[in-house]
DNA sequence: GTTCTAGTTTACGTAAACGTAAACTAGAAT
DNA sequence: ATTCTAGTTTACGTTTACGTAAACTAGAAC
């Protein structure tokens, strides 16, 4: 038994900086089932990993259910060969979606650095001459 | 006067994939703002530049009004020296945003693949030793 | 001349992901 | 004993990003 801290639904709240009813919301959704002690629900570190893997499936698009499918994955579920295969393509299928979202990112990036060249020259070269129309505001 | 080609809405919407009710509210999001030719939308390479970047925003994640204020930011717009500022600002914030999104991805993908591993070998190991209807749990 | 075919406006409907308010519980603090 | 302070359930409300249907227009095809 290694670790066995656990958290209330506030500290997770607090951690991640999301309301104590988006996690509840994501119970509702069976991506998380935290333990109970009595009536309040007490968080294993297993249900934090989880709910942080959720937010990172949110930050990258994936709806809630995409990343429910996706957490399924990380569990040693798997019985029949036929359920392995099936998970074995779902996880290339979501490699794959990664992949192409990396390139949308690097090409937001270098727009981004384009951008961000073009609009530091328009202040250099306002600096150096002047820029002729805007001596009434600074 | 380089090229003038120019699409109707639902040469836009099959070569994107996407339903002209999708390109007709982002015009009234005021994301786009095609010609018109009678009654006609008309758009031109510009339009079709702008609508690849909004999907792609979507793609990762960003909201309508989010991709709206980056797209403001490829427009030669800027005039005075505060605005510009405030731009360079804001780039630089999306900027760091791709960042952090990239490394959620990095991560993501190394736990795909550590679970793809896992699920292989949960495979290989089934053909190996018959597996006769896994008379016990994992 | 009518019937297709795209296109248009207007407007109500909907799924996802929570927000928000109300009413209740249970332990801690005063 | 009461008042905080979390926590809980239930349930209706809200925003975003469209879907969907109805009713209209205008050129093309038959």
Redesign the pocket.
């Known amino acids: 038994m290694s670790i066995s801290k656990t958290y ?4 997770l ?1 607090r951690e991640f900086g ?5 996690i ?3 119970e509702d ?1 069976a991506l998380l089932s935290p333990g ?1 002690e ?4 007490i968080y294993a570190e297993k249900d934090r990993v989880l709910l942080k893997l959720i937010l990172r499936g ?1 930050r990258l698009g994936f ?3 995409e990343s429910k499918a996706i957490l399924a994955l990380y569990e040693p579920g798997g019985s029949n060969r036929h359920q392995l295969q099936t998970m074995l393509n779902l996880l290339r299928e979501k490699q794959e979606s990664l992949r192409l979202r990396l390139e949308d990112i690097e090409m937001m990036q270098s727009d981004l650095l384009e951008a961000e060249e073009r609009i530091s020259r328009a202040l250099t070269d306002g600096q150096e001459n002047g820029d002729p129309d805007s001596h009434k505001q600074n």
Chains 1, 2 share one sequence.
């Open positions: 209330t639904i506030s500290e709240a999301i309301t104590t009813r988006t509840r919301y994501y959704e109970r009595g009536q309040q629900r949110k709806s809630l259910s």
